[in-house]
């Protein structure tokens, strides 16, 4: 493996939980022994930007960029809410009569116009972008980083015209089982898929698991979710890798010292801060509803002694959760560093993420923090794997109000006590570092690049006529 090329829709100026995992591989692959590059959009059409990213980009690394012919964000979120009948602050709106069926008929047309999500537009630009590099670089390896699942018809189509490439195809989420049910936004049109639509996502899928010499996905349970759904290709080609943090956020030599000391008072004892790092909606996936329940039903004067910070975007349904609440702050979108030092003031660091088989991209910024973490999470599930190898913290049952006030309280108690809640193991948690998971991909590449060696000599096929169609987004 020698010229690797990157390709992510997510990469900085844009901000977000999907950026540090191209950040990562722009920033690693290099010390693997890779001349790495990457491919991305030219003006990100997503809702946070964290300029600041960019600097931890290396400067050896080339970064191209093709033309993406979206709107902006915030045009195509009111488009969106307007098209899925849902006002700004999250209620239902209930046009009826001609107004619902032209409504009904434009949202058809968006679905089916930019299957299968809106960075669709982006396919030909980047797939006539993405062939001059194979060729002027001479690549060998190509990374799509999904989602948007749109890029897996990329990786394919540059597979089928380049077929000495060893492609990887790598997921942050499961599409299919997971991702598309818990989309619906101005970037995930699958909400109103009919079945052949279905099908074609199904095709899609397979299409670039068939052609990629490794899939890769975030967590150990939808590794084994994607052996069990592609039982007729090689259960080896299917790997994971999880997302990670960055060292130099490491605050381990903190673990086991006495807690820090909250910021203010009540009744003459020392705040419990309890911080949230991430975007939050009112889906049964994300939402605080069962967290603030367990809050209210402390007695007091302990529900008084918690104030709770949420760092990150609120969502219009999920604001009116937070409104008038006493004891919560809201800091909104900040960049990432700015995130990660406020993290540094909270007693404990929060995790909502109810399905069993994800983690959260959050966990693993907490992990490198040293703080205890208590994670909304299902027992037994991937982040409670994670929990108990590293020592970190604790899954509790998201949807269990007197279970989750419990340790709560359990906290609370023991923090204004001086007590440590955690001493992580730090050997456990640095096996989540970037640049320990990206060597682990580096070296499941190689061993797949060893097992297709003279399979496919260096040659090009024929150029799809798509190419033709539009400029190459310089």
Not at 111 to 130: E, H, I, M, T
Not at 131 to 152: E, N, W
Not at 358 to 386: E, W
Not at 391 to 412: E, K, Q, S
Request: proline letters at 8%.
């Amino acid at each position: 493996m020698r010229n690797v090329l990157v390709i992510s829709y997510l990469f900085p100026p844009s901000g977000g939980v999907g950026v540090p995992r191209a950040i990562a591989y722009s920033r690693y692959f290099p010390r693997e022994g890779c001349r790495t590059f990457v491919l991305t959009v030219r003006k990100p059409s997503t809702a946070y930007h964290d300029p600041e990213l960019q600097k931890l980009v290396p400067p050896e690394v080339k970064v191209y960029r093709a033309w993406n012919p979206e709107p902006p964000y915030r045009l195509k979120d009111l488009l969106w809410r307007r098209l899925a009948g849902r006002k700004r602050d999250g209620a239902g709106a209930s046009p009826a009569g001609a107004v619902a069926a032209l409504t009904r008929a434009l949202k058809r047309a968006a679905v089916r116009g930019l299957f299968p999500d809106v960075q669709s537009l982006w396919y030909p630009f980047a797939l006539r972008k993405a062939s001059r590099i194979v060729r002027r670089h001479a690549i060998d390896t190509v990374i799509v980083i999904a989602p948007p699942y749109s890029l897996l018809r990329i990786g394919s189509a540059l597979k089928r015209k380049f077929p000495h490439l060893t492609l990887v195809t790598d997921l942050r989420d499961d599409w299919l089982g997971y991702y598309v049910s818990q989309s619906d936004g101005p970037s995930d049109y699958s909400l109103g898929w009919s079945e052949s639509e279905w099908a074609k996502a199904r095709e899609i899928e397979r299409s670039a698991f068939e052609l990629s010499s490794i899939v890769s996905i975030a967590t150990p349970p939808w590794v084994q979710e994607l052996r069990q759904r592609y039982p007729d290709l090689p259960p080896a080609k299917f790997v994971c890798t999880t997302n990670g943090y960055e060292p130099q956020a490491e605050q381990l030599e903190q673990a086991g010292a006495t807690p820090a000391a909250g910021s203010g008072t009540v009744h003459g004892k020392r705040l419990t801060i309890v911080t949230y790092f991430g975007t939050l909606n009112a889906s049964p996936v994300y939402s605080p509803a069962a967290y603030l329940a367990a809050l209210d039903s402390l007695p007091e004067p302990v529900r008084s002694g918690f104030e709770t910070r949420f760092i990150g975007r609120v969502t219009p349904d999920c604001r009116p959760l937070l409104s008038g609440r006493a004891g919560v702050r809201e800091y909104g979108f900040l960049t990432k560093q700015r995130g990660l030092d406020l993290l540094k003031e909270a007693n404990l660091l929060l995790l909502i993420a109810t399905n069993a088989k994800s983690h959260a991209g959050k966990l693993f910024d907490y992990l490198a923090s040293g703080k205890p973490i208590i994670a909304l999470s299902p027992p037994g599930g991937a982040i409670d794997q994670v929990l108990r190898e590293t020592r970190a913290g604790w899954c509790v049952d998201p949807f269990n109000v007197t279970a989750i006030r419990d340790l709560l309280h359990m906290c609370h108690n023991r923090l204004q006590a001086g007590e440590a809640l955690v001493s992580p193991e730090p050997g456990a948690v640095r096996r989540y570092s970037w640049p320990q998971i990206v060597r682990c991909l580096a070296e499941n590449i190689r061993t797949a690049e060893e097992r297709s060696c003279g399979e496919h000599p260096m040659q090009e096929t024929a150029e799809p006529a798509l190419l033709a169609q539009g400029n190459n987004g310089r």
